[in-house]
């Protein structure tokens, strides 16, 4: 059957069906958090964005074949039972996601200042991404506090600003210890996937 390998793994599988998640971003870090999840048997999923497919997606975005349709459109039609949410997330809005409603919350959105608000919202059921982009080695990747952070310049300005709003809860990140390229908007699947995959892995682990 279609999970059967996937029970022999989790103890706690038949459970999954109840756990319900937010995942905020889609793009190629959310997507691929998305896919893992799903095809794990996790099937009652929230997704917020609301930003359409682009050309220049293609190289590490599940469904950017689809230029110019909504990416929670597409997911949605992609995973069945997906629930979609086209939304541009800000620090106002934040409050209008009904966080109480969900066991976990993945934040894989760019926008430094929502960030730090859907932190501070969703904490402690958040697990988060920190800078994917400009990296090569997936073999880099890490798992552990914000407050542990180390070589990831977002993580920085996230650690910097949730200081200077006193906050000091602990929630885990995933990030790179690999120094950025210097380069312009640059990123590679094998990071940005293997970021969602790291995610998807946390949530599981700390679920079953």
């Known amino acids: 059957m279609r999970y059967d390998r996937c029970k022999k793994l989790f103890s706690k599988f038949e459970h999954l069906k109840d756990l319900k998640i937010l995942i905020c971003g889609v793009g190629g870090v959310g997507g691929y958090a998305l896919d893992c999840l799903y095809r794990s048997g ?8 609301y930003d359409v497919f682009d050309i220049t997606n293609q190289n590490r ?4 074949e689809f230029i110019g349709e909504k990416k929670v459109k597409v997911l949605s039609t992609l995973y069945p ?12 809005n934040i409050k209008d996601l009904e966080i109480d409603k969900y066991d976990i919350v993945i934040d894989a959105i ?17 697990i988060s991404s920190m800078g994917a982009a400009k990296r090569i080695d997936p073999t880099k ?45 640059g990123s590679f699947v094998g990071v940005t996937g293997a ?10 682990k700390d679920f079953v």
Do not use: H
């Open 42 to 49: 996790v099937s009652n999923i929230t997704i917020i964005d």
């Open 61 to 64: 975005q599940i469904g950017s």
């Open 81 to 92: 039972f997906v629930t979609p949410i086209d939304m541009k997330l800000s620090p106002e």
């Open 110 to 126: 760019d926008d430094i200042n929502a960030k730090i608000e859907l932190i501070k919202a969703a904490y402690p059921k958040i």
């Open 141 to 185: 990747i890490r798992i552990d506090s914000i407050w542990k952070t180390n070589t990831d310049p977002l993580a920085k300005k996230v650690r910097d600003k949730l200081k200077k709003d006193n906050f000091n809860g602990d929630f885990k990140v995933v990030y790179s210890i690999e120094k950025p390229v210097k380069c312009d908007m």
């Open 195 to 204: 970021f969602g995959f790291a995610l998807c892995s946390e949530v599981l």
